[in-house]
T-cell receptor, first 112, second 112 residues
Framework: SQTIHQWPATLVQPVGSPLSLECTVE??????LYWYRQAAGRGLQLLFY??????ISSEVPQNLSASRPQDRQFILSSKKLLLSDSGFYLC???????????FGDGTRLSIL | GESVGLHLPTLSVQEGDNSIINCAYS??????FIWYKQESGKGPQFIID?????DKRQGQRVTVLLNKTVKHLSLQIAATQPGDSAVYFC???????????FGTGTSLTVIP
């Protein structure tokens, strides 16, 4: 069966520090991968998605970037965090076509 | 109990009653819809999906209804249990892409 792992579960970082969140998927090949951000009490905002290694699409202009160095690895990064980058970050995967996305348990990021 | 999607973000029901959570979508070209359940501090969990060529789909204790005429989606939960307390999101795929668009969600509280 397929599983998705995100780490760390929680992270506290100072303003201006770099960020690297990692997501890996097991049990499937060539998945579509997604990064979302969820503000408290709000819906999910799509940040990036990828349909293959090295292929990244950005949905919103921001202080973040994403990379997919391997088929089942998706990384969310920032060179300098802002206070507004605080939130709950979720990684998801899906197969091609009309299929559900499956989410990891997220990373709670707090910027001080 | 019944909610009206984005305009009534909370719903309280008595244990054992049926729950109805509603969602309105805007794009008549959307052809795939999903309901997710999100418990506090966790990622969204897939509940049930429906394609636009269907009006109704049933799962275990859950039913999704799709009314394309008025662009309305609902999730019915039978015999609601305390473990059903969570935030429920509808999501749609618009057009030809693989990107889901999520509603704000409805918070369901089950009263024992």
């Amino acid at each position: 069966s397929q599983t998705i792992h995100q780490w760390p579960a929680t992270l506290v970082q100072p303003v201006g520090s770099p960020l690297s969140l990692e997501c890996t998927v097991e049990g499937t090949s060539n998945p579509n991968l997604y990064w979302y951000r969820q503000a408290a009490g709000r819906g999910l905002q799509l940040l990036f998605y990828s349909v293959g290694i090295g292929q990244i699409s950005s949905e919103v202009p921001q202080n973040l970037s994403a990379s997919r160095p391997q088929d089942r690895q998706f990384i969310l990064s920032s060179k300098k965090l802002l206070l507004s980058d605080s939130g709950f970050y979720l990684c998801a995967w899906s197969l091609e076509g009309r299929r559900p996305q499956h989410f990891g348990d997220g990373t709670r990021l707090s910027i001080l | 109990g019944e909610s009206v999607g984005l305009h009534l973000p909370t719903l309280s029901v008595q244990e054992g009653d049926n729950s109805i959570i509603n969602c309105a979508y805007s794009n008549s070209a959307s052809d795939y819809f999903i309901w997710y359940k999100q418990e506090s501090g966790k990622g969204p969990q897939f509940i049930i999906d429906i394609r636009s060529n269907m009006d109704k789909r049933q799962g275990q204790r859950v039913t999704v209804l799709l009314n394309k005429t008025v662009k309305h989606l609902s999730l019915q939960i039978a015999a609601t249990q305390p473990g059903d307390s969570a935030v429920y999101f509808c999501a749609e795929i618009k057009g030809t892409g693989n990107q889901f668009y999520f509603g704000t969600g409805t918070s369901l509280t089950v009263i024992p």
